[in-house]
């Protein structure tokens, strides 16, 4: 499985931006999507998670109310929808992917930078 993960950018504080994470391969074997972030110094957090039905979904307290995340299994594509810009948003988005016995792809990772 692949993962490709676009979208990142440059927003001022306040503005949206929405990440896509399109897998490619294997993709009958995926289970839950989700959206990590790495900042500067910081180790690589948990920021939303979807599972395959759309039925459940996972956000670190952070980000609730202000970020969504959605897939669309026809285009073997996860979203996240990201609003209300903080600097603190500021990180290096990835988007992973789990298969249904525990192996989990991650896809290249996209910068986005919130400016203050």
């Known amino acids: 499985v692949q993962l490709q993960a676009c979208g990142g950018g440059l927003v001022q504080t306040g503005g949206s931006l929405r990440l896509s994470c399109a897998a490619s391969g294997r993709t009958f074997s995926l289970n839950n999507m989700a959206w990590f972030r790495q900042a500067p110094g910081k180790e690589r957090e948990l920021v939303a998670r979807?599972?395959?039905?759309?039925?459940?979904?996972y956000y670190t307290d952070s980000v609730k109310g202000r970020f969504t995340i959605s897939r669309d299994n026809a285009k073997n594509t996860v979203y996240l929808q990201m609003n209300s810009l903080k600097p603190e948003d500021t990180a290096v988005y990835y988007c992973?992917?789990?298969?249904?016995?525990?192996?989990?792809?991650w896809g290249q990772g996209t910068l986005v930078t919130v400016s203050s």
């Open positions: 979807i599972n395959w039905s759309s039925t459940n979904t």
């Open positions: 992973s992917a789990d298969t249904r016995v525990g192996y989990r792809y």
